[in-house]
C-alpha cells in the first residue's frame, strides 16, 4: 500500500457507539418536554459534532440547555455496551506490523474519544487520538486536518482518512489526503459516493483485503 499513515473516524468506523449515543439522546430530550428520539432519528442526526447533532432536535436557545444534560450522563454511560467494528482491531494491527502510523481523527469529544479507545484495548495501537475540542475546529475545517497531521508527523499526500460520512470525504478532499468510505456508520454507498467518495467498502475487512494486508492478520 502506499500510505505511510491512516487516519480513521470514530463512531461507525472503527467503533459502534450509536445505541449509547441513542439512549443518552432518549435520557435528555423528555427531559426538556421534547419526544424521544427514534435510533434513526438519530442516526441521520449525528457526525458534525454533538451541538449540532442536538440543534436537530431542539432550538438553537435551547442546545446548550440540552448538552448540560446529555454531557453528563454520557460520561457515566458511555461505555456501556461499546464494540470495535468487526476487523478493527485486526486492521490496525495488520498496519502497525507494516510500519504504518494510524490515528483517530473524529468529531466526537476528544477526551471521550481517548476514553472509548484505552476501554477497547486498542490505543497502544494509536499515534494519536484528536478529536473536539482539542482545537476550536471540527471535520471538515482543513486546519483540523492540518493539526491532526501535524501531531503525528504525517504528510496529507501518503495519508488516508477512513470514515463513513460526508464530513469526512471532506475533510479528506480539503486536506488533500486519500479516502476511504465505510458503510457501517451513518451513510451508505450512494450517501458515500455522492458526496465524492470514489472507494467505498463495507468494512475493516475489506480495507485488509483492498490494500493487500489479510496475510498480516
Same mark, same amino acid.
Do not use: N, S, Y
Given at each position: 500500500m502506499r500510505f505511510r499513515t491512516v487516519l480513521f473516524d470514530l463512531d461507525g468506523t472503527l467503533i459502534e457507539h450509536l445505541p449509547a449515543i441513542h439512549r443518552c439522546y432518549c435520557y435528555t430530550l423528555p427531559k426538556l418536554g421534547y419526544p424521544a428520539p427514534t435510533y434513526e432519528q438519530v442516526k441521520r442526526a449525528i457526525g458534525g459534532g454533538l451541538p449540532r447533532a442536538m440543534a436537530h432536535f431542539v432550538p438553537p436557545e435551547r442546545v446548550e440547555e440540552a448538552l448540560a444534560i446529555y454531557r453528563p450522563?454520557?460520561?457515566?454511560?458511555?461505555?456501556? /455496551?461499546?464494540?470495535?467494528? *468487526?476487523?478493527?482491531?485486526?486492521?490496525?494491527?495488520?498496519?502497525?506490523?507494516? /510500519? @504504518?502510523s494510524c490515528g483517530v481523527f473524529t468529531n466526537k469529544h476528544g477526551p471521550s474519544a481517548r476514553k472509548v479507545c484505552e476501554h477497547l484495548g486498542v490505543a497502544k495501537l494509536l499515534d494519536d487520538v484528536v478529536g473536539a475540542g482539542d482545537t476550536e475546529w471540527l471535520k471538515p475545517e482543513p486546519k483540523f486536518a492540518a493539526w491532526a497531521l501535524e501531531r503525528i508527523g504525517a504528510d496529507a499526500a501518503t495519508t488516508c482518512l477512513v470514515g463513513d460520512s460526508p464530513f469526512d470525504v471532506q475533510a479528506?478532499?480539503?486536506? /488533500?489526503? +486519500?479516502?476511504?468510505? @465505510?458503510?457501517?456508520?451513518?451513510?451508505?454507498?450512494?450517501?458515500?459516493?455522492?458526496?465524492?467518495?470514489?472507494?467505498?467498502?463495507? +468494512?475493516? *475487512?475489506?480495507?485488509?483485503?483492498?490494500?493487500?494486508?489479510a496475510e498480516n492478520v
Open positions: 450522563h454520557w460520561d457515566e454511560t458511555m461505555l456501556e /455496551g461499546v464494540e470495535l467494528m *468487526p476487523g478493527a482491531e485486526a486492521l490496525l494491527r495488520a498496519l502497525k506490523a507494516r /510500519g @504504518v479528506a478532499a480539503r486536506a /488533500g489526503m +486519500g479516502f476511504v468510505g @465505510v458503510t457501517t456508520g451513518t451513510h451508505d454507498q450512494a450517501q458515500l459516493r455522492e458526496a465524492g467518495a470514489e472507494v467505498v467498502l463495507d +468494512g475493516m *475487512p475489506a480495507i485488509l483485503e483492498l490494500w493487500g494486508l
